[in-house]
């Protein structure tokens, strides 16, 4: 279990900070869901969770749901900082 928490840490790293140039943050908050780099970023950790969960297939599910959920957060925080630029 906790390989597995490690896991994901590693693939949240590497798709926040290690594979995220700096344009596609500034594209991601100034177009949110239009900008094709937020889609771009949600393969990078589709990617980077099949890669360290060897694509096992009892994964699917979740993987699907983590990087769903990460794309979400991203609009929300995104949202909760476009309010405070205001």
């Not at 344009?23 to 991601?28: D, L, M, Y």
């Not at 957060?73 to 630029?85: M, R, T, Y």
Request: aromatic share 12%; net charge positive; proline share 1%.
């Amino acid at each position: 279990m906790i390989a597995f928490v490690i896991k994901l840490l590693i693939a949240h790293v590497i798709g926040d900070f290690v594979l995220q140039p700096n344009s596609w943050v500034v594209a991601k908050k100034s177009k949110m869901y239009k900008s094709k780099y937020f889609y771009l970023h949600g393969l990078v950790h589709l990617i980077a969770l099949m890669v360290l969960l060897r694509n096992d297939k009892s994964y699917w599910l979740s993987i699907g749901i983590i990087v769903v959920s990460h794309l979400i957060i991203d609009l929300i925080k995104g949202s909760f900082e476009e309010k405070n630029e205001s």
